[in-house]
């Protein structure tokens, strides 16, 4: 019947002609609101929060424990499964479109999230699994098996 279709490969394709040709804008609000979110976490729902909340008029903060921007997207994924500067060209425009990022803030007590009530109207968490489950089967320390 002819050659299989990737569906995968054609919208990355559609994707990167998309960001070769300008066509990706940055999503910026018409206006604020007054209102100021912490996002606690950079992952996949942490990322998605931020832009919802920031293109509905919020002043959003995220906040990540690690060293860079993107939770699972960084640290979880094999790069042979995800490249990082796809992640890293995203982030960017989230941070063109007014979103605040703040690495290496590690918010694991009372006193730092009573310090972001006070400063922000609202916190969202979007903490992600930080340790993988192993399973003790048959195969799992083959060569090229990795926690995805």
Same mark, same amino acid.
């Given at each position: 019947?002819?050659?299989?279709?990737?569906? /995968?490969?054609?919208?990355?394709?559609?994707?990167?002609?998309?960001?070769?040709?300008?066509?990706?804008?940055?999503?910026?609000?018409?206006?604020?609101?007054?209102?100021?979110?912490?996002?606690?976490?950079?992952?996949?729902?942490?990322?998605?929060?931020?832009?919802?909340?920031?293109?509905?008029?919020? /002043?959003?903060?995220?906040f990540e424990r690690s060293d860079k921007i993107g939770g699972l997207l960084m640290y979880g994924i094999p790069d042979m499964k995800l490249d990082k500067s796809i992640v890293q060209r995203r982030v960017d425009l989230l941070k063109k479109s007014g979103i605040e990022f703040k690495v290496n803030e590690n918010i694991d007590s009372k006193d730092k999230v009573s310090k972001l009530l006070k400063e922000f109207d609202a916190l969202v968490l979007c903490t992600g699994a930080s340790k993988p489950i192993d399973l003790d089967i048959e195969g799992r320390k083959l060569k090229g098996v990795e926690f995805a």
């Open positions: 019947n002819g050659v299989s279709v990737s569906i /995968k490969n054609n919208e990355l394709s559609i994707i990167e002609n998309a960001f070769k040709e300008n066509l990706v804008r940055v999503n910026k609000p018409k206006q604020y609101n007054g209102k100021k979110i912490a996002v606690i976490g950079s992952g996949p729902a942490g990322l998605a929060c931020a832009n919802t909340l920031n293109s509905l008029g919020y /002043k959003v903060s995220v």
